[in-house]
């Protein structure tokens, strides 16, 4: 059944990337293996059963572009698209207005992660739907240190029960609109309880709701870095080849 709405947030600025100012070399447009990599995020969820509706968030400043480029293959491809907002927060706020009446459940996944597995998917959405909130992570292995300002080891940090949130999330509709709309009341400059937000589930748990934890996989990266481009490169290389289809969207 399909009752899911996917909501791809790609509205950053990717300044680490160095595309700021330069929609062309953002990371979520610049080719990945012949197509861009929000498209390849893309096409992880829409030939899904279970999905009805996906729908990417751009920046502002993009918009000229995202539509010159991509408009035309929109309508063919079935996906819907919002303008984002100066936080991330703001940009999902944006997107929530636009899901499908029809959906039941919410997914959210960085655009630029595109190489989540099914396997990632098909758990993540199956937990989120027995709990009502669900993510990918991955437990930290690496000694944490918190630094000063200036560089120096402060102290060492338990790594115990740290884990490394990652995307897609799946939630109940209600529980995150909901969720978000008490966030808005309470929210101070972006932050919750001093707290930058930086992740969907965050948004959740403080509403008090329990999130659930899926082990996700170290593939599944999120592209910030011209590295990191490079490593989902190997990755997908690295995968076993599916059936080669014709898209609008090859360069």
Known sequence: MSDFSVILPAAGQSQRFGGAGNPSQKKVFVALDGRPVWL??????????????????????????????????????????????AERHHSIANALEKVDARCKWIAIHDAARPCATEKDIDQVFSLGKKTGAAILAQPVHSTLKRITPERVVEKTVDRRNLWLAQTPQAFEKNVLIQAYARFVAQAKDGCLG??????????????????????????????????????????????????????????
Request: proline residues 5%; hydrophobic residues 40%; charged residues 25%.
């Open 40 to 85: 390849r995020t893309a096409d992880l969820f829409r030939d899904r059963a279970d999905v009805r509706q996906v729908i990417v968030v751009i920046a502002t400043e993009d918009r000229d572009y995202f539509v010159d480029r991509f408009g035309s293959d929109l309508a063919v491809l079935g996906i819907d698209w919002v303008l984002g907002g």
């Open 194 to 251: 001093g707290i930058p937000i930086t992740d969907d589930s965050q948004v959740v748990e403080a509403a008090g709701h329990p999130v659930s934890v899926v082990t996700g996989t170290g593939s599944n990266i999120k592209i910030t870095t011209s590295e990191d481009l490079k490593l989902a490169q190997a990755i997908l290389k690295a995968r076993p080849k599916g059936p080669q289809m014709f898209h609008p969207f090859a360069d």
